[in-house]
């Protein structure tokens, strides 16, 4: 089953890094991101995976956790996590399961072969479950920023909703 933007997630269950195992249900109540990212200690990879980890206070402080995803397993991504001190835990999607219900999957072009790899892509997922923003193709250079802009105007928003409640 595909996501759709303003749908519940479909269900999915993953394994993350810190033995945290991660449904579509498992962080309800919490506004969570995942990104989706080809692999890890690459150069784009690795940047994003710092600027995520260098405004993760802030995406905190806004009641956002991150997850990052990829396909490597889970050595390589303690390895990752553990060398660039990241504060949020990675899922292994071993399987490519995750990768294909979110439709990150793409034919791209390396070194003149046809290989199938991961579009790097964000989604925003609401306290409700809701898929509330996806950003996908992304380019690494601003993205964080905006992906921060997105959480904190989602709490806005259901601020103004409790309070008219």
Known sequence: MAIVVNKPLPEFEANA??????????????????????KDNTP?????????RDKFKEFEKAGAIIFGVSRDNMKSHDEFKEKLELP????ADTEEKMCHMFGVVKNK???????KGIER??????A??????????????????????AVK???KASAKQAVAA
């Not at 784009?44 to 995520?52: H, K, S, V, Y």
């Not at 949020?88 to 899922?91: D, S, V, W």
């Not at 409700?128 to 992906?147: A, T």
């Open 88 to 91: 949020f835990e990675l899922i």
């Open 121 to 126: 892509s964000t989604f925003l997922v609401n």
């Open 128 to 149: 409700d479950g809701i898929l509330v923003q996806e950003w996908r193709g992304l380019k690494v250079p601003g993205h964080v920023e905006e992906v921060l802009k």
């Open 17 to 38: 890094t810190g033995g945290v195992k991660v449904t579509n249900t498992s962080h309800n109540g919490q506004t969570f991101i995942l990104y989706f990212y080809p």
């Open 153 to 155: 105007a989602l709490n």
């Open 109 to 115: 072009i390396m070194y003149g072969k046809k290989v």
């Open 44 to 52: 784009g990879c690795t940047t994003e995976a710092m600027q995520f």
